[in-house]
């Protein structure tokens, strides 16, 4: 089987890895393969750099035919018993309530002044994989510090922080309009 693999992640591909597939064919079964080989030669089409990748198939029951359009998933990182969470949680900000500052007349209003210290914390840059996670507790957002591990895209591991599984943590918030 001949995939194609976004540039993006071709670097987390190695011979030996193993990797099921699917066809329309039959859309119930999934396929078992290993890849055997990651090309170097490139392809783009319609912008998007892929590069070959080929995978050692058994076909003994023939039910593969050539030209049939496959999709692949490789696994490139197996994680066990791990705490997961919404990957939209570490994008959460909860809304800032605006303060009323007292007035201080026609001049303040028209003449520069400092800007206000904002109450927003600066993300920490040094380690990116520490984060924060909203959950509820007693109708108050209350913030949990975590560090996080290994994403699939739509959901994230957490490798510690007080997150226990089960646990429900803030992806959005609503406003009711009154």
């Given at each position: 089987l001949h995939v194609d693999v976004d540039e993006a992640d071709v670097g987390h591909i190695q011979e030996g890895q193993k990797a099921t597939f699917s066809v329309a064919a039959y859309p119930n079964r999934n396929f078992d393969?290993?890849?055997i080989q990651v090309r170097y030669g490139s392809s783009t089409t319609?912008?998007?750099v892929t590069y070959?990748?080929?995978l050692k198939v058994d076909n003994s029951h023939l039910l593969l035919r050539p030209g049939m359009t496959a999709?692949?998933?490789i696994i490139v990182k197996k994680v066990e018993n791990a705490v997961l969470i919404p990957s939209a949680a570490l994008r959460f900000t909860p809304?800032?309530?605006e303060e009323k500052e007292p007035s201080t007349g026609l001049i303040s209003a028209i003449l520069p002044h400092p800007p206000r210290s904002g109450s927003q914390?600066?993300?920490d840059t040094a380690n990116k994989k520490q984060h924060r996670v909203w959950?509820?507790?007693d109708g108050q957002l209350s913030a949990i510090s975590v560090t996080i591990g290994s994403a699939n895209g739509g959901m994230t591991e957490v490798v510690a922080g007080d997150i226990q599984p089960g646990m429900a943590v803030v992806v959005d918030t609503v406003s009711s309009v009154k």
């Amino acid at each position: 089987l001949h995939v194609d693999v976004d540039e993006a992640d071709v670097g987390h591909i190695q011979e030996g890895q193993k990797a099921t597939f699917s066809v329309a064919a039959y859309p119930n079964r999934n396929f078992d393969a290993q890849i055997i080989q990651v090309r170097y030669g490139s392809s783009t089409t319609s912008g998007v750099v892929t590069y070959e990748t080929v995978l050692k198939v058994d076909n003994s029951h023939l039910l593969l035919r050539p030209g049939m359009t496959a999709t692949a998933d490789i696994i490139v990182k197996k994680v066990e018993n791990a705490v997961l969470i919404p990957s939209a949680a570490l994008r959460f900000t909860p809304p800032i309530q605006e303060e009323k500052e007292p007035s201080t007349g026609l001049i303040s209003a028209i003449l520069p002044h400092p800007p206000r210290s904002g109450s927003q914390q600066r993300e920490d840059t040094a380690n990116k994989k520490q984060h924060r996670v909203w959950t509820l507790k007693d109708g108050q957002l209350s913030a949990i510090s975590v560090t996080i591990g290994s994403a699939n895209g739509g959901m994230t591991e957490v490798v510690a922080g007080d997150i226990q599984p089960g646990m429900a943590v803030v992806v959005d918030t609503v406003s009711s309009v009154k």
